[in-house]
């Protein structure tokens, strides 16, 4: 998962944290080689100017999964996305789909059919072809891995409707169509069997060596965003033909303490595998890559971090270029805020409020929009959450190519009109209206947030709350059972593809699509401490979950004006990158793009700073 700099540590480590990056901090700037501005801001620590294109980044570790169907979160998607090169890729700065292994595609009018034609000029690192069946014989192999590789259900969409299979029944509801909402807390089962039963099928066809073709089981005008995912990168066939009767060495989870690589492992991206190690992973760019003229880093260092405060010491010190996906508490990030190098930016890592609407009064739809919007998410995320998050009104964060400004498309703060919506509902002034049963897992900040929420439904709508907090084992079978009136939730976006997203959280067998796409996430976009769930079946003694009676949500604006739940904030993603490095953008999916990274080797501070460091005799 991409954290950014994220905020997760428990309370019994905040305050060392805290103590520790303070310290850190006074020693950079006390120590020569920071650049001061006149306004008082500052460089973090040293800043040195390469003078070779090396890149050395503190990830949050070092990668150990090179593998694009197995690899989960950071720093080892990092890593896939630099070695292995997709059929599309993002655009790091407004996260459209760019041509990549395709230098072109087609989709049918219908939407439901597109054809990927390869460049002819796309090759292995071992000089071979790229090759059509390549894509489709890695995609087949991922299905194969089921559950070990933590995002196949992105792949739901090309794999062929069964003979039979029919639509999900619609739910019962007095306002409009609902939904229970999207088991993406539950993390990814990394170490599982592969699925060797009644296996599905992909709707992909190789029309010619360089001609790919897909059919959808519904109609998807984003599909190219949904194929820049690392996941739907291709493994060499010499990989694949070594899988038996497990996967490769060269490509396996390793123990947690060592990596397992080696340096000949044939890609197709930008870079290839240099070294290897429990130490250090190095890339290097591949010469024969098909764009190498547009790549400026001739390598790649990921550097290793043992916890937070080492990272921001190697930074400090100017032996690393950008820190990401590090741990630090929000009165940290307050105080790195001051520095020029410091970035922040919305994360798309979601926390949501489900509704069971299989019951009543839940199955209103105006009950459902007089709750949401009687939450001042303003408040929440500036005085309860420090700053750390941002308000969610929507459940997809705005983009470039994604405008939704209608009022009536969001569930922004409006107290008067959520009291007439409860009155029309029946319950005026909160009058007859049950008390709410508020499920949350066991967790500080979560609590925190259900209490203030509990008192603004308390104070504008007259509604009685019981916040039941549980530990995540029962947290999760309540869950499943349906026990619940309201739950949390928690969504970590792999794509900007909306279907991909809208059925990761409101999907009607939510338990099996989005197991493995969204692990817990926090403010910062940090994974959350304590328990968390990893099995993907149905609690003992439990039947067939609530949620398979409800009906797909596919758009946004479906989810809004049924409220199918109540978007709370999203996290908030954080980086200290030096100002010589350019091309390192930050995005809604912290999806870097190393290809477009460069060194400016010729970097020289501003007028400001350089006059302060002549003032300060250094």
């Not at 291709?234 to 490509?251: D, F, I, K, M, R």
């Not at 990761?504 to 910062?524: K, T, Y």
């Not at 049924?562 to 953008?585: C, E, H, Q, W």
Request: net charge negative; with cysteine; hydrophobic share 40%.
């Amino acid at each position: 998962m991409r954290g950014g700099l994220t905020t997760v540590m428990g309370v019994a480590a905040r305050w060392r944290a805290w103590a520790a990056l303070a310290l850190s901090l006074s020693l950079a700037v006390a120590g020569g080689g920071c650049f001061t501005g006149e306004s008082g801001e500052t460089f973090y620590g040293r800043v040195v100017v390469p003078r070779a294109q090396e890149f050395r980044w503190s990830d949050g570790g070092l990668p150990r999964v090179f593998d694009p169907a197995r690899a989960a979160a950071p720093p080892d998607t990092d890593a896939v996305r630099a070695l292995y090169e997709g059929l599309t890729d993002y655009d790091p700065r407004t996260l459209l789909a760019v041509p990549a292994a395709a230098a072109r595609w087609e989709a049918s009018k219908d939407g439901d059919v597109w054809t990927f034609y390869l460049r002819d000029d796309s090759r292995w690192s071992n000089g071979e072809s790229v090759t059509a069946e390549d894509y489709a014989r890695s995609w087949r192999r991922t299905l194969r891995l089921g559950d070990a590789a933590p995002h196949a259900a992105l792949l739901d969409n090309l794999v062929e409707k069964r003979e039979g299979e029919a639509a999900a029944p619609p739910t019962r509801d007095r306002g409009a169509a609902g939904d229970d909402g999207n088991d993406a807390d539950v993390p990814p089962q990394h170490d599982a069997e592969p699925v060797k039963t009644d296996e599905p099928k992909l709707a992909v066809e190789v029309v010619g060596e360089r001609v790919l073709r897909v059919r959808l089981r519904r109609p998807d005008p984003n599909l190219p965003t949904l194929l820049a995912h690392p996941i739907f990168r291709p493994v060499h066939a010499s990989t694949v033909e070594t899988e038996t009767p497990t996967v490769a060495p060269a490509l396996s989870q390793p123990a947690p303490e060592k990596i397992s690589a080696p340096h000949a492992l044939v890609t197709n991206g930008a870079f290839r595998l240099g070294e290897a190690n429990d130490e250090r992973v190095v890339l290097e760019r591949q010469p024969g890559y098909w764009d190498v003229q547009r790549v400026a880093l001739e390598r790649v260092r990921f550097v290793a971090a043992r916890d937070t405060e080492s990272s921001l010491a190697a930074y400090g010190a100017g032996e690393a270029d950008a820190v990401t996906n590090a741990n630090i508490e929000p009165a940290g990030l307050k105080v790195l805020a001051s520095y020029q190098d410091f970035r922040r930016s919305t994360f798309g890592a979601l926390t949501y409020y489900d509704f069971n609407s299989t019951r009543p009064p839940f199955d209103d739809v105006r009950v459902r929009q007089a709750l949401a919007l009687a939450i001042d998410r303003e408040r929440l995320a500036e005085d309860t959450l420090g700053g750390a998050t941002v308000p969610a009104e929507k459940f997809l964060p705005e983009t470039g190519s994604k405008e939704q400004n209608d009022k009536d498309e969001s569930l922004g703060y409006d107290p008067n009109r959520a009291r007439r919506l409860l009155a029309e509902a029946g319950y005026p002034g909160g009058y007859g209206f049950p008390r709410v049963r508020l499920l949350v897992n066991r967790n500080d900040q979560h609590r925190q947030v259900a209490q203030e929420i509990q008192g603004m439904w308390h104070d504008t709508l007259g509604v009685e709350t019981d916040i039941e907090m549980k530990g995540w084992d029962e947290y999760e079978t309540r869950l499943r059972a349906g026990e619940y009136d309201v739950a949390k939730r928690g969504t970590l976006m792999q794509t900007t593809d909306e279907q991909a997203n809208m059925l990761a959280m409101f999907a009607p067998d939510r338990f099996a699509f989005g197991a493995g796409v969204a692990p817990e996430v926090q403010p910062g976009a940090g994974v959350e401490g304590g328990e968390r769930g990893a099995s993907n079946a149905l609690p003992e003694g439990a039947t067939e979950s609530v949620h398979a009676t409800v009906p797909e949500i596919l758009t946004e604006s479906e989810a809004l004006k049924n409220v199918t739940a109540i978007p709370i904030y999203f996290a908030s993603s954080f980086a200290l990158v030096k100002p010589y490095v350019r091309g390192f953008d930050a995005n809604l999916l912290d999806a870097y793009s190393l290809k477009q990274v460069r060194i400016d080797t010729g970097w020289q501070p501003s007028k400001h700073d350089s006059a302060a460091l002549a003032g300060s005799g250094r």
